[in-house]
């Protein structure tokens, strides 16, 4: 058996296969997830201030380019794409008590930000997340991120600088991460 952190050792059918299993895993995954009613999370660009026509300042806001439900470290989406997660936020007015890190301000500016930029009160954002390339072998084989193409399957790292040999089968992941949603959802 192969090394899990060798890279671009995967034979060309072993790891097209992979990936073809992948993505269907990641679409019945986001199915499940939409047939029990679980709400999705919405997907937006950050969309930096600037001027319109050259003098009217605009305010930095955000744009909506889908949905999608977050499983951890990804997002699936109804289009069976696959995200990495960065910025969470929930679109929200109210103002916690006691909070005045700079972190806090800056997260707080974000979800009313979410709200001036008409998603809904409580909506929950994904904010930049990067589309992962589930359709370039390469591209896998060469992903640091939270889904990675070794030894022909498609694993799953978790905590972000986790080495190869840390890394969990996508699987197991969708498996435990879809339970723990089905449990959130019949709350």
Do not use: N
């Not at 009217?56 to 999608?68: L, Q, S, V, W």
């Not at 709200?115 to 591209?139: H, Q, S, Y």
């Not at 694993?155 to 890394?167: E, F, G, N, S, T």
């Amino acid at each position: 058996m192969r090394a899990l952190g060798r890279v671009g050792h995967d034979r060309p059918v072993d790891a097209q296969r992979a990936l073809a299993e992948a993505r269907a895993a990641l679409a019945a995954a986001a199915e499940r997830l939409a047939a029990t009613g679980v709400a999705p999370a919405q997907l937006a660009d950050s969309v930096p201030a600037r001027r319109s026509l050259g003098v009217i300042p605009r305010r930095a806001t955000m744009r909506r380019i889908g949905e999608g439900w977050p499983l951890g470290v990804i997002l699936v989406s109804r289009d069976g794409g696959v995200f990495e997660l960065r910025t969470v936020v929930r679109a929200t007015r109210q103002v916690l008590p006691g909070q005045q890190a700079a972190s806090a301000v800056e997260r707080r500016a974000l979800r009313l930000a979410a709200l001036d930029a008409g998603f809904a009160e409580g909506a929950v954002i994904a904010l930049d997340a990067r589309r992962i390339p589930l359709d370039d072998v390469e591209a896998m084989r060469g992903e640091a991120g939270p889904l990675v193409l070794r030894d022909g399957r498609v694993l799953v790292r978790w905590i972000p600088d986790a080495p190869d040999d840390a890394l969990a089968p996508l699987e197991a992941y969708l498996h435990e991460r879809l339970e723990l949603s089905q449990g959130c959802a019949d709350r």
